[in-house]
């Protein structure tokens, strides 16, 4: 007999703590780490996070027994990603802290954070989706989904500017609608899988007061390395695939070249565009 379609989800939200996109990004340290002293939850997590809990929503919720947990890894600053995803709605919190993720790639967070859902596979019951966003504004390499569902071995729907629950050929599911630059594509993927959305899927919601004041009641779980088996040169930077040579401070922005026009303006903005290589 085929799996019912209105089951409850078990739904993990994957945030993150990143440098606010309104002050310039700096790097810090011998290894030019990122400096995250002016840090939120990522602007472009908000829509996994939405795209979740209208998906447990529509099948009735935390009474009707759906989840929406919401995960971080980082520093102890990175606990404020999942305070405001609970105060958005996520029902929980996981929180992977360990001083040797720090300096962890694209690699080694994907391996942390399938170690995380498998340890959340073993002692929360198994978990149907991950969804995240399209990428995270710091790193911007939008690596992080792909990697995850091929370590955990689910099927993967990435760059969802559309999603719905569907029965697929294979059971229980979702479709997506993936838009490319010229073209829109349907895809299809059944439970488990690993899910990233696009700034289109959806419109997040904002944290109320009510929700504030529930966040404070909401479990949060803080995990180590050590509780979810990864060795710790596996990630950080001893187990990093990449790393950052050197770095420097951005020069700062010349005065731009200035055409006064004398009546042969046109001309001399055509022989600048054509020295420039750009006409």
Same mark, same amino acid.
Not at 29 to 52: K, N, V, W
Not at 143 to 156: D, K
Not at 243 to 249: F, H
């Given at each position: 007999?085929?799996?019912?379609?209105?089951?409850?989800?078990?739904?993990?939200?994957?945030?993150?703590?990143?440098?606010?996109?309104?002050?310039?990004?700096?790097?810090?340290?011998?290894?030019?780490?990122?400096?995250?002293?002016?840090?939120?939850?990522?602007?472009?997590?908000?829509?996994?996070?939405?795209?979740?809990?209208?998906?447990?929503?529509?099948?009735?919720?935390?009474?009707?027994?759906?989840?929406?947990?919401?995960?971080?890894?980082?520093?102890?600053?990175?606990?404020?990603?999942?305070?405001?995803?609970?105060?958005?709605?996520?029902?929980?919190?996981?929180?992977?802290?360990?001083?040797?993720?720090? /300096?962890?790639?694209?690699?080694?967070?994907?391996?942390?954070?399938?170690?995380?859902?498998?340890?959340?596979?073993?002692?929360?019951?198994?978990?149907?989706?991950?969804?995240?966003?399209?990428?995270?504004?710091?790193?911007?390499?939008?690596?992080?989904?792909?990697?995850?569902?091929?370590?955990? /071995?689910?099927?993967?729907?990435?760059?969802?500017?559309?999603?719905?629950?569907?029965?697929?050929?294979?059971?229980? /599911?979702?479709?997506?609608?993936?838009?490319?630059?010229?073209?829109?594509?349907?895809?299809?993927?059944?439970?488990?899988?690993?899910?990233?959305?696009?700034?289109?899927?959806?419109?997040?919601?904002?944290?109320?007061?009510?929700?504030?004041?529930?966040?404070?009641?909401?479990?949060?779980?803080?995990?180590?390395?050590?509780?979810? /088996?990864?060795?710790?040169?596996?990630?950080?930077?001893?187990?990093?695939?990449?790393?950052?040579?050197?770095?420097?401070?951005?020069?700062?922005?010349?005065?731009?070249?200035?055409?006064?026009?004398?009546?042969?303006?046109?001309?001399?903005?055509?022989?600048?565009?054509?020295?420039?290589?750009?006409?």
């Amino acid at each position: 007999m085929q799996e019912s379609a209105n089951r409850p989800l078990n739904i993990v939200v994957l945030v993150k703590h990143v440098p606010d996109t309104q002050f310039d990004r700096q790097l810090a340290g011998p290894d030019h780490t990122l400096d995250r002293s002016e840090s939120i939850l990522s602007e472009l997590d908000e829509y996994a996070l939405e795209a979740a809990l209208q998906l447990a929503e529509e099948r009735g919720g935390e009474k009707r027994g759906n989840s929406v947990t919401a995960v971080t890894m980082g520093p102890s600053a990175a606990a404020n990603a999942v305070k405001k995803s609970l105060q958005i709605g996520a029902y929980k919190g996981v929180h992977l802290l360990d001083d040797a993720l720090a /300096g962890s790639d694209a690699a080694g967070t994907s391996l942390a954070l399938a170690a995380v859902v498998n340890h959340l596979n073993a002692t929360a019951g198994p978990v149907d989706l991950v969804i995240t966003g399209m990428a995270s504004t710091d790193g911007e390499t939008s690596l992080v989904p792909a990697q995850l569902a091929e370590r955990l /071995g689910y099927a993967q729907l990435t760059f969802a500017s559309e999603l719905e629950a569907a029965n697929t050929a294979s059971g229980p /599911g979702l479709r997506a609608r993936r838009d490319g630059d010229s073209y829109s594509e349907i895809v299809e993927a059944p439970f488990p899988a690993v899910v990233s959305v696009t700034d289109q899927a959806n419109e997040p919601r904002y944290p109320n007061f009510r929700g504030i004041m529930a966040a404070k009641k909401k479990p949060v779980t803080v995990l180590s390395l050590q509780e979810i /088996g990864v060795d710790s040169a596996q990630v950080g930077k001893a187990g990093a695939w990449t790393s950052v040579a050197a770095s420097a401070p951005r020069p700062a922005r010349g005065q731009g070249t200035i055409i006064t026009d004398d009546g042969n303006a046109g001309v001399a903005l055509v022989d600048y565009l054509a020295s420039q290589k750009l006409i």
